[in-house]
């Protein structure tokens, strides 16, 4: 199985989830021609984050103007010659968020039951048959203890999915936020176009170093590239995934990593290191990926501190 047209990407992180949910907002954020740029980093697809609120009012009816601007998106990225998945970062009673995380999804019928009319919307709108749209059901589930409710939602999801596109690809991921370590836990795929996904920050400790958002962080701890334990290398990549791409060989599909990426507070020619170890592994292990993120969010690819660096990391995307 190949997942052609999506072996290198870039997540718009924090244009329609994770953020201020205003228009001004939206229509600043990313251009067309941040689009662009993207496909000359020799990408050929995005990844796009986006929160239920931009596409639901409270009561559950859909928005035209919030899907307008995944119109737009999608629009873009045909002009400029790039796929994209349209990642669903956020549904109703459910965040990876700390803070906010599961609030009834899991336990909700009534919650679950409006998640899958919205990817209903979702595959009636954007449905396509030439690969160049993928969806991803739902962003990094957190507990352990959801790995068999979430398995029968994918499941009755995609099924419904299919009837309104039935030759979309699909991503799905397990718990501890798309851990590669959860991946031998999915069920089998619905269907031969069903994607294991899987993220990957690791180690935490250099990728992560001085995140407020991480407990027991010290904000001003700081790590060089060469200082980790033990070493990042490809090999140390490899052995990270080999579980994850054993299930996925096993099961008759491949594996899709939607984020990895390195904290701005690192050196600049450290997370040039940090990207060609792990690109070497996804390059051995054949895995498709989406480097977190374009701008900002706090490990922006674009923004003026990797200007130094930024001809030589987009080679290890």
Request: charge should be negative; hydrophobic fraction near 35%.
């Amino acid at each position: 199985m190949e997942f052609k047209g999506y072996k290198k990407g870039v997540n718009l992180g924090g244009w329609l989830s994770q953020c201020c949910h205003t228009k001004e907002h939206y229509d600043s954020f990313i251009s067309e021609e941040d689009i662009k740029t993207i496909a000359a980093w020799n990408t050929d697809h995005v990844r796009l984050p986006v929160d239920y609120n931009l596409l639901e009012d409270d009561n559950g009816n859909f928005k035209d103007d919030g899907f307008a601007y995944i119109d737009n998106a999608v629009n873009w990225c045909k002009s400029a010659g790039l796929n994209i998945i349209i990642d669903l970062h956020k549904t109703a009673g459910y965040s990876f968020d700390k803070g906010e995380n599961e609030s009834g999804f899991f336990e909700n019928s009534d919650l679950q039951e409006r998640f899958m009319k919205l990817w209903e919307h979702i595959a009636e709108r954007y449905a396509v048959s030439d690969g160049t749209i993928a969806f991803e059901l739902l962003n990094e589930v957190t507990e352990q203890s959801y790995s068999a409710i979430w398995n029968r939602l994918i499941r009755s999801c995609i099924e419904r999915i299919r009837k309104l596109a039935p030759d979309t690809f699909i991503l799905v991921g397990g718990y501890w936020q798309n851990s590669p370590d959860a991946v031998p836990d999915l069920e089998a795929p619905f269907d031969d176009k069903v994607i294991y996904n899987f993220h990957c920050y690791d180690p935490m400790n250099f990728t992560h170093q001085g995140a407020y958002w991480v407990d027991g962080m010290d904000t001003s701890f700081r790590m060089g590239f060469d200082k980790c334990d033990p070493p990042v290398t490809p090999e140390y990549f490899i052995g990270r995934f080999t579980r994850a791409y054993e299930a996925a060989k096993k099961n008759g599909t491949v594996l899709y990593c939607g984020e990895y990426g390195v904290i701005e507070n690192a050196e600049p020619q450290d997370v040039v290191k940090w990207f060609k170890a792990i690109n070497s592994a996804f390059e051995k292990l054949d895995i498709s990926r989406a480097a977190w993120s374009y701008k900002k969010m706090d490990f922006g690819l674009a923004d003026e501190r990797m200007d130094g660096v930024r001809s030589e990391l987009v080679k290890y995307l």
